[in-house]
């Protein structure tokens, strides 16, 4: 027989919060019915109004706090309520730390049946001002220039004027491009009709302080270039880079494939440990430096290498942690789907004096059986997949490759421990796992996990 649903859309519930949901909203139940309250903690007794009615769950709109949490704080931000950037400002760090601790828990032991692995304290971050890459959407309201965040679950445009997990330099590229927009009427894109001309801008903090502004716009023609580049030189001292990137496709994709460069140099640079790197308008690197050397050390950890082992790194991106693998390795493959990212790899191989690195192009569910059957037999491989976690032919390919260590870096508990439980029908074991909080105030969380064999 099948069982009622005990809420109905408008409807206001009394409920208790258990658990944080991973996209940071409070999770309680209703006669066994999940429901879903954005803004609730773990411990409160809220009182919210049931807006969204789904076969398996709901969603309820907070009304009013009954019982708060300790660890309950006043978010910093004055626009937070509104905007979608961050999901846990009314959280203690303190308590997000534990938080995103508990999410890699419960997957691993609800998704993954990883009951005994133990999961340690989530490595902190700086709280605040860690972001050195902005890439915020430009609009009009009431005539004047808008440049911010999405407010969440919509495309309406959040004024940020001092966003908190920014660095402040690209704060500063915000506002003197709402500034440039106005005193220089720059046709603003509308991405319903699709006309007028800059889509976004982009702002990336080196390690040094020095800043690269790139303008997305949706045609090649950006008048008065000239005086913005001044405009922008004489607010930012550190500017070292002004480029226009072109995205002409009507879709959600941020940049397009041409950039021309307005002024400066081509790239910044930015540093993890011993390692340069320069950064490119459409490179990709870890938008929290200080805290990515914290992520990578600990893969380094868990590869325990000597310098006589052979290492695949199966998902790559740009290199950064096939290149501090090869630094203590005989050998390293590094492999990515993403042509102009294995460019930028063999390029930071080339400019940190790295010969013992080899970078391929390709789908790793692709080159992962093609190096197997060409007889490469790595000591440790290291994955770092997108969200959606390892396809199974990886992961069956690197238990036939009978590695001594997997280090696997995951961005999403659930494939993570998905992941983990097919590794062990083939024969591995995860040891122990390592959360690190790349984004403080957002309720994303890096996992480094170490899989042996058994």
């Known amino acids: 027989m099948k069982k009622e649903i005990p809420v109905t859309k408008g409807q206001s519930i009394e409920i208790n919060i258990e658990r944080l949901g991973t996209g940071g909203e409070g999770v309680g139940r209703v006669d066994g019915f999940t429901v879903f309250v954005q803004g609730a903690l773990p411990g409160e007794k809220v009182e919210a109004v049931i807006e969204t009615v789904k076969k398996n769950y709901a969603a309820g709109r907070l009304l009013r706090i009954i019982e708060e949490s300790k660890d309950r704080t006043a978010p910093q931000c004055p626009i937070y309520e509104e905007c979608g950037g961050c999901q846990l400002q009314h959280l203690s760090y303190e308590a997000q730390l534990k938080m995103k601790k508990q999410q890699v828990i419960?997957?691993?032991?609800?998704?993954?049946?990883?009951?005994?692995?133990?999961?340690?304290?989530?490595?902190?971050?700086?709280?605040?001002?860690?972001?050195n890459k902005m890439q915020f959407p430009v609009g009009l309201e009431k005539g004047k220039a808008v440049i911010g965040c999405f407010a969440q679950g919509s495309h309406d445009i959040i004024n940020t004027e001092n966003c908190l997990i920014q660095k402040e330099e690209n704060n500063i590229i915000a506002a003197v491009m709402r500034e440039a927009v106005e005193k220089y009427h720059i046709p603003v894109y509308n991405e319903d009709k699709h006309t007028g001309v800059l889509r976004h801008v982009m702002g990336r903090v080196g390690k040094d302080g020095s800043v690269m502004v790139v303008l997305v716009t949706a045609k090649e023609e950006l008048h008065h270039g000239k005086e913005i580049v001044k405009l922008l030189r004489a607010r930012i001292p550190k500017l070292v880079s002004v480029q226009q990137n072109i995205q002409t496709y009507h879709n959600n994709v941020i940049l397009g494939r041409k950039t021309n460069i307005l002024w400066g140099k081509p790239t910044i640079l930015d540093s993890i440990g011993t390692l340069t790197f320069h950064i490119s308008a459409r490179s990709f690197f870890q938008v929290n430096t200080e805290q990515a050397e914290v992520l990578y050390n600990k893969a380094l950890e868990y590869a325990a290498l000597t310098g006589k082992e052979t290492v695949i790194d199966a998902y790559c991106g740009t290199g950064t942690i096939s290149l501090f693998l090869a630094q203590s390795a005989r050998r390293v493959y590094g492999i990515e789907i993403v042509a102009p990212a294995i460019r930028d790899a063999e390029k930071n191989a080339r400019?940190?004096?790295?010969?013992?690195?080899?970078?391929?192009?390709?789908?790793?569910?692709?080159?992962?059986?093609?190096?197997?059957?060409?007889?490469?037999?790595p000591d440790v491989i290291v994955v770092d997949p997108p969200r959606a976690g390892c396809t199974p032919v990886v992961l069956e390919t690197i238990a036939r490759m009978n590695p001594t260590r997997i280090v696997y870096v995951s961005c999403n508990p659930a494939s993570l421990a998905r992941d983990l439980k097919i590794l062990e029908d083939l024969g591995y074991k995860a040891k122990e796992a390592q959360p690190v909080d790349m984004f403080p105030q957002t309720s994303h969380v890096e996992t480094v996990a170490v899989i042996e064999r058994k």
């Open 351 to 377: 400019d940190n004096h790295i010969r013992n690195a080899e970078f391929i192009v390709g789908d790793a569910t692709a080159v992962m059986p093609r190096l197997y059957k060409e007889g490469i037999r």
């Open 106 to 131: 419960d997957a691993l032991v609800h998704i993954g049946g990883q009951k005994d692995v133990p999961v340690h304290e989530t490595l902190g971050s700086a709280p605040w001002n860690y972001r």
